[in-house]
């Protein structure tokens, strides 16, 4: 998702988010980026990509509870362990709804910047060797 080396992912005080688009808009970009195999859920591994100090234990256990009640489960009430982008961003926007427009945007922003980094540190840079160079065939006398 773009370069992992931007300005935008270096300095906070830069939105990553553009000023027309919506919270939901927002949260299906983080979460897009934050769902780093492309399954189309996010594990609670992928989830603490969003925390800002992983080795923290308080904060852990928030993000913990959170992705719990976040996880609602199919049509029977089973919770599966994952996040799918309904659940993200309903979950994000009924928590969001005390903040402003701009503080909403700030902690989305720092959001999508820790995503985007920990998923570019994950993801190995890609080596491709040259291609071999063909033997040349051997030249008859003259």
Known sequence: ?????SASLK???ISMFPQDMTREQMLRKVFE???QDKSGYISLDEHKNLL????DPIANAVLQESFEM???GGWFGRKDGQLSMHEFVEFNLDVGKRLSDEEF?????QWMRLATERHCAATPT???APAPIPPTAPTAPT
């Open 1 to 5: 998702m773009g370069d992992c080396c």
């Open 11 to 13: 300095r906070p005080d």
């Open 33 to 35: 980026e934050t769902d």
């Open 52 to 55: 800002t100090r992983r080795d």
């Open 70 to 72: 976040s996880d609602k």
């Open 105 to 109: 945007r700030i902690q989305a922003s």
């Open 126 to 128: 890609e080596y491709t």
